[in-house]
């Protein structure tokens, strides 16, 4: 079974970035899609970007289009958010799945990581 780990949150000031890794294991990233999510406190876990693994497509929630790249490499097992110019509201748990359809919908993903946090405070 694919396993999912997430790293790279931490506390950043507004205008700054970060940059998220999630690091798969058991299998390939192929032919999985993967998507990234975040959920705030009080709030609905909601899709924030994802790619497909074949072919690269990609796709962005409109909060963070323009501010926010997924990528993946390959060779390193490894799909990344980078994350630019964050806003406040940006703050939550980012989460990585992965599932068969490169959707924002969070329901159509199997496995999780564990999350990691990001916050994005002054």
């Keep these: 079974q694919l396993q999912l780990v997430e790293s790279g949150g931490g506390l950043v000031q507004p205008g700054g970035s970060l940059r998220l890794s999630c690091a798969a294991s058991g299998f390939t990233l192929d032919p999985y899609a993967i998507g990234w999510f975040r959920q ?25 289009k323009g501010r926010f790249t997924i990528s993946i490499d390959n060779a390193k097992n490894t799909v990344y958010l980078q994350m630019n110019s964050l806003k406040p509201e940006d703050t939550a748990v980012y989460y990585c799945a992965a599932g068969d359809i490169a959707t924002i919908f969070p329901d159509e993903y199997d496995s999780w990581g564990q999350g990691t946090q990001v916050t994005v405070s002054s």
């Design 40 to 64: 705030a406190p009080g709030k609905e876990r909601e899709g924030v970007s994802c790619i497909n693994t074949k072919d690269g497509a990609t796709y962005y929630a409109d909060s963070v």
